[in-house]
């Protein structure tokens, strides 16, 4: 089973997917998204990557304790997020997003299942 | 040649980098070697980002002309950074013209 | 602040517009409503919003770090697209023509 068949059994889940390039082409889709509306949070997901892969490259280049001297905070590299909306919640790790209903889903399982699939994913910005 | 860009004036640093990694590929001007690998990671980052950003502004929008995005420009106090393709350039803003740096940033990654 | 008015009579210029603290539309001078709209120039205004916060945190955690000063605070963000650019400085913004763009008198004329 691919994680995101795996993603979609689990209770609350509402949409999962992957990414690819720029995030305006994915190889794998499954929930009640449109397709149009599954481009856009393909999209959004990549480009949110990006961003918090440069806050992580900032604290390990900026903060005096999470320098690679220092022994580093294990921010850097960046292997996901997640956005908490009032009822639903995006979660990406690596190239994957999950769309979690806030009530029914657990994000704990979540991502949970989507770290430790993707535990040895290579760099997903590259 | 990117060197030829510090014959611009205010043109302070300017840097080629590596677009898979951000490590430098060409550094010339006045940066510490550390500075240097901070600046092109920065620059790296900062590209996918607005890249990103442009990507979902034309879905949003349904207009072309956007994306892909060409560079960006940090305007800060006394200084100013400009990214284009997989170069980047720390300009003086007393003495620079930053139409100037950017065009003379895309010629330079036309070429390379 | 600028007048709206001047921005937007620059060459190139196919809008002038104004946005709030979080980047939310305010007021507009729209020269060419095929290329742009209310909605774009909202957009636009939260996208340079967020790369301000962004550019600013950089600038600070690389003064914090480095000799090189003169980024922080961060004034301006200047997105370069494929055909248009906007360059904002505070709370206003000019969307540009890339092939009539004059980054730096767009830039000057913000400061008002």
């Known amino acids: 089973m691919s994680l995101v068949s795996d993603l979609m059994d689990q209770p609350g889940v509402v949409a999962a997917g992957d990414f690819a390039y720029r995030g305006d082409q994915y190889y794998h889709h499954k929930g009640g998204l449109s397709a149009a509306d599954t481009r856009l949070i393909s999209s959004l997901c990549r480009s949110n990557a990006a961003a918090v892969r440069m806050e992580g490259d900032m604290l390990a280049m900026f903060s005096r304790v999470c320098q690679p001297s220092a022994g580093g905070c294990g921010f850097e590299p960046?292997?996901?997020?997640?956005?908490?909306?009032?009822?639903?919640?995006?979660?990406?790790?690596?190239?994957?997003?999950?769309?979690?209903?806030?009530?029914?889903?657990?994000?704990?399982?979540?991502?949970?299942m989507m770290r430790e699939r993707l535990a040895d994913a290579p760099d997903f910005l590259n | 040649m990117l060197k030829q860009l510090l014959d611009l004036k205010g043109v302070q640093a300017v840097a080629h980098f590596r677009e898979e990694s951000g490590e430098p590929w060409q550094v010339h001007g006045e940066l510490s070697d550390t500075d240097a690998r901070r600046l092109t990671r920065l620059a790296l980052d900062f590209k996918r980002m607005t890249q990103g950003h442009a990507d979902q502004l034309a879905l949003f929008v349904n207009q072309p002309g956007w994306t892909?995005?060409?560079g960006w420009i940090?305007?800060?106090?006394?200084?100013?950074?400009?990214?284009m393709s997989s170069m980047v350039a720390v300009v003086d803003?007393?003495?620079?013209?930053?139409?100037?740096?950017?065009?003379?940033?895309?010629?330079?990654?036309f070429f390379t | 602040m600028s007048d709206l008015k001047t921005l937007s009579s620059m060459p190139g210029t196919v809008a002038a517009f104004q946005f709030d603290e979080e980047g939310r539309f305010e007021d507009a001078v729209i020269t060419d409503d095929v290329v742009i709209d209310r909605d774009t120039l909202d957009l636009l205004g939260h996208l340079c919003v967020a790369n301000m916060a962004i550019g600013?945190?950089?600038?600070?955690?690389?003064?914090g770090m480095s000799d090189v000063k003169g980024f922080y605070p961060v004034q301006?963000?200047?997105?370069?697209?494929l055909d248009w650019s906007a360059v904002s400085r505070g709370h206003q913004g000019v969307v540009l023509s890339n092939d009539k763009a004059d980054f730096d008198a767009a830039y000057k004329a913000l400061a008002g």
């Open chain 1, 78 to 112: 960046v292997k996901g997020w997640v956005m908490h909306g009032k009822s639903r919640s995006v979660c990406v790790i690596s190239n994957v997003y999950c769309v979690v209903d806030n009530e029914r889903g657990s994000l704990g399982n979540v991502l949970g």
């Open chain 2, 68 to 70: 892909p995005a060409n």
């Open chain 2, 74 to 83: 940090v305007h800060g106090d006394r200084r100013t950074v400009c990214g």
């Open chain 2, 93 to 109: 803003n007393a003495e620079a013209n930053l139409t100037e740096v950017m065009k003379a940033l895309a010629q330079e990654s």
């Open chain 3, 56 to 63: 600013a945190m950089q600038a600070r955690g690389w003064e």
């Open chain 3, 76 to 81: 301006g963000f200047t997105f370069v697209g």
